[in-house]
């Protein structure tokens, strides 16, 4: 039984290379964790839309936590955490 549930990994400079894609190798890793039952969440910056394009490359769907952690997506694309500013603050910072 392979020991792990979930990898959860940053994308840029971590996952990606330097041209920010996914290499073969990293595709591969993940393709096997996830052919194991190994969940995979995909962590960024950067906004769901962005991160979803890094997850359609892989063969099964992935989680992921957008925007630093303030938004977090099953599987599925159900949000299941968001936390965001009031509007009134936003529009004052």
Request: hydrophobic share 45%.
């Amino acid at each position: 039984m392979f020991p792990y549930k979930i990898i959860f990994s940053d994308l840029d400079m971590t996952l990606l290379n330097l041209k920010a894609k996914l290499s073969e190798a990293n595709l591969s890793a993940l393709s096997r964790a996830l052919d194991r039952g190994v969940r995979i969440c995909l962590v960024s910056g950067r906004s769901p839309s962005g991160i979803r394009l890094i997850g359609k490359q892989l063969p099964k769907p992935v989680s992921m936590a957008a925007c630093n952690g303030a938004i977090v997506i099953d599987e599925a694309g159900s949000i299941v955490h968001s936390v965001a500013l009031p509007n009134d603050v936003a529009l004052s910072v």
